[in-house]
């Protein structure tokens, strides 16, 4: 079974990651402030986030600090007993 973080990166792989694309990224590759994932995406990632996992994210803790990296929104979701 894929671990949450696996399953995160997977989901921003598939959706923010061209194909064609050589671009690279890991737990840790900063989402938002590496221009990845922009406001409208992090949105989108928001609704994936919560959908999957059942959980409702106040708006006051999605923030760009915590949708930075695939680490960041995991230790996110550990506040929503997510791990």
Avoid: C, H, R, W
Avoid at 2 to 7: C, G, W, Y
């Amino acid at each position: 079974m894929a671990s949450v973080k696996d399953e995160i990166l997977e989901y921003v792989v598939d959706e923010y990651i061209d194909e064609d694309s050589d671009t690279e990224i890991n737990y840790d590759t900063p989402l938002i402030s590496g221009g990845i994932v922009d406001s409208f995406s992090m949105i989108s990632l928001k609704v994936f986030l919560e959908t999957k996992y059942n959980i409702q994210i106040p708006d006051a803790k999605a923030t760009p600090e915590a949708f930075d990296s695939v680490n960041n929104i995991v230790e996110l979701l550990k506040e929503y007993n997510v791990e």
